[in-house]
C-alpha cells in the first residue's frame, strides 16, 4: 500500500512539479514511513489514505503561502539529520528479508542465499554506474538477482 501511494505522490511530482528529484526524494521517504499505517491484514488503509491527502493539503498550503522561500534558513545539520532518521527508517525496513514469516532471523543455508543475494545487488549498484549511465543498475540488479535465484538458490535450497 505504501508503494501505491508513492507512486501516486511521484507521478503528480512529475506532471506538476519542477523538479526531477522530487519523485525519487519523496517516494522512497513516503513508501518507508507510510508502510506503519498498514498492518499485514489490511487495517489501516483508510488511515493512510487520509495521511496522504492531509500531507497534500498541507504542500498545497505551504506553497499558496509560499513557504518555501524560509527553506534557506533551515540549517544544515537540521537537513543532515532528517536525511539520516530516514535512512535509519529504511535500512530498518530492509532487515525484514532476514526474517522468516514467523519473525524469526534466517539461519543456514537461506541466510546465505539472502546475505549473497543483497550482496550481489549492492555491488552491482555501486560498480554499474562506473561502467555505463546508459542501463540503470538497479534493473541489471534485479534481473541478475532473478537468474541468480533461478539457476542456483531453489536448486541448491530445494524449493
Do not use: Y
Not at 489501516?44 to 489514505?49: R, Y
Not at 525496513?93 to 541466510?111: E, K, P, S, Y
Amino acid at each position: 500500500i505504501g508503494l501505491h501511494a508513492a507512486w501516486v505522490v511521484g507521478l503528480i511530482c512529475a506532471l506538476f512539479g519542477g523538479r526531477p528529484g522530487m519523485i525519487s526524494g519523496s517516494a522512497g521517504a513516503l513508501a518507508s514511513v507510510s508502510a506503519g499505517f498498514v498492518s499485514a491484514d489490511g487495517t489501516g488503509v483508510e488511515e493512510l489514505f487520509l495521511s496522504v491527502l492531509g500531507a497534500g493539503l498541507l504542500v498545497l498550503v505551504a506553497a499558496a503561502f509560499r513557504v518555501g522561500r524560509f527553506l534557506p534558513l533551515v540549517p544544515a545539520t537540521v537537513m543532515i539529520g532528517f536525511c539520516n532518521g530516514l535512512a535509519v527508517v529504511i535500512g530498518k525496513a530492509q532487515l525484514a528479508w532476514f526474517t522468516d514469516r514467523d519473525g524469526q532471523w534466517l539461519d543456514g543455508r537461506v541466510l546465505w542465499c539472502t546475505a549473497v543475494q543483497c550482496l550481489v545487488a549492492f555491488g552491482i549498484m555501486v560498480v554499474m554506474p562506473r561502467i555505463t549511465r546508459k542501463l540503470p543498475a538497479s534493473l541489471i540488479a534485479l534481473a541478475i538477482g532473478v537468474l541468480i535465484e533461478e539457476l542456483f538458490f531453489r536448486s541448491w535450497l530445494g524449493g
